[in-house]
């Protein structure tokens, strides 16, 4: 555990020293896995869809903000969807404008749960973002979760209906627009998980500020029953199945990884626990300090120690005698 702690400590000094370049990386990452997924799985306009488009936007996203990246994301997409249905990239676009109203003031690096909800589904271990987000977030963060998992299903949903919305002749463009929107908001599984990823997001960042012990891993804990019992309850209420395996495994990696962020973000020991207590002339304060772990590598030094230095020396006092 002793060298565990020594790796975090050296880790977290290896990011603070290049931590521009690392950050950069990330985001070129994020954004050019999410672009090639939409080409891969909405690649209708060829012309946007070679590789050299998504290395390029990539490449310039990752020097810009992450709402700018989003958005480059988000152009990319609408341009795909808008190719094969002019009704779904309207819909797209009313999800990321109703998202911007609703909370416009998210921080940097929560607008890019818009791109990452929708790539850790396509991963198949979308629940580590109610658990992490619950612990580095706030309850706000509900929203652009929400519309992280709208944006998948819509994108789903023209995969997987790609021959009908291109057929424009048979239909007007208002049974069109009815088709959609009812293909998309009766989805009863994305139902299902907007619900419970709301409701986890809430109960881990609820649990994680509490003043107890061990409140981080209590609260991830408490977000992965909160799943479990979430899904298999919608599984019965809607009756929708969800693969067991992909379920199980997808939701031990994901608490796997939650633990890991707890790890390298918030840890401390609580044997070592003190308590102070001191008063003003209205108050009396209650103080309870927290040390964190921090432990660093033993610095080894040689010293190498020459005995010529020491044998002349004799020589020359043993002469003088």
Known sequence: MLQLYVFRNSLKGFYAKYHSIIDKGIKYIILFTAMMLISINLGYQNKVSVIQVP???SVIGAFLPYMAGVLIVAAF??????TASFELALLVGIILILTLFLYYGFGKRDSVLLILVPILFAVKIPYVIPLVVGLMGSAVSIVPITAG???????MFARQNIGVLTNTQSVDITQRYSQAINGIFSNKTMLLFIIVFALTTFIVYMVHKQNMDYAW???IAAGAITILIGIFAGDFIFDISTPLLDFIIGLAISVIIAYVY???VFSVDYSRSEYAQFEDD????FVKA???ITITAAD?????FSTKGKKKNNKNNGGSE
């Open 290 to 292: 927290v040390p964190k």
């Open 55 to 57: 290395i390029v936007l």
């Open 217 to 219: 891993q209590i609260a």
């Open 77 to 82: 997409l609408m341009i795909n969807l808008f």
């Open 149 to 155: 998992i709208l944006i998948y299903f819509t994108c």
């Open 300 to 304: 080894k030094k040689v010293q190498s």
């Open 262 to 264: 707890n790890f390298f």
């Open 282 to 285: 209205d108050y009396y304060y």
